[in-house]
């Protein structure tokens, strides 16, 4: 397999912690988002939403993070990060989703740049945007893991969607410099995901493209 990523991309690191977990091997090919290499020509060609990662396993090509984990736990199902019992699996799912569908689509690289560039917001505004929608989304997060989380991880004594989906999202979070105080669930599995080694070996200084 090979796995195209940028080591600071959250949506690569939750892949990165998904096949971290399940031990699979693969090529890391760096993409730099920051200089633009997902908009270049061959890049679009394979992965149409001019995005990373980009998951290459023999024929099968595909992007988008979730898409991606979700081949990977039908393909590799040890262990299951999306669960069969279906209320638990839909629990996963909900805070799977406030993450990657609510807080970081208006919160990544490119909306950032959108609103810098075009929009001609300044950096003092471009920051409020952002810590406005990570306490949005966090207050939504630390509501659902407070009424239906247990145990070390989101759910439970074993890592799910919702780790993957987390960590990321909680890394990025304190590198913009956002107060997480009021999250003490969300942060205590983070905390604790962060001292696992399948998450250690997923961080972003620990990959080859890592920029300090």
């Given amino acids: ?52 990662p980009l998951l290459v ?8 993070s979730l898409a991606i984990i979700d081949y990977l736990d039908a393909a590799h199902p040890k262990p299951r990060l999306l669960p069969q019992d279906p209320a638990l699996r839909a629990r996963v799912l909900e805070v799977s989703s406030v993450i990657a569908c609510d807080m970081h689509p208006v919160n990544n690289l490119r909306i950032l740049r959108y609103l810098q560039d075009v929009l001609g917001v300044s950096a003092e505004q471009k920051n409020a945007w952002y810590a406005h929608w990570i306490r949005e989304g966090m207050t939504a997060v630390e509501t659902l893991l407070q009424r239906h989380g247990s145990g070390a991880y989101c759910f439970g004594d074993a890592p799910t969607l919702a780790d993957c989906c987390l960590v990321p999202q909680i890394a990025n979070a304190e590198r913009m410099g956002c107060d997480m105080s009021a999250y003490p669930r969300a942060m205590a599995v983070y905390a604790h995901c962060q001292a696992q080694p399948a998450f250690q070996q997923a961080a972003p200084r620990n990959q080859p493209d890592f920029i300090a």
């Fill in 1 to 52: 397999m090979q796995l195209y990523s940028f080591f600071n991309s959250s949506t690569s690191y939750r892949v990165r912690i998904a096949m971290a977990l399940k031990g699979l091997r693969y090529d890391y090919l760096p993409v730099n988002i920051r200089v633009l290499e997902h908009r270049k020509d061959d890049y679009v060609d394979r992965n149409p939403s001019a995005s990373v």
């Fill in 57 to 64: 396993d023999g024929e099968m090509s595909l992007g988008q």
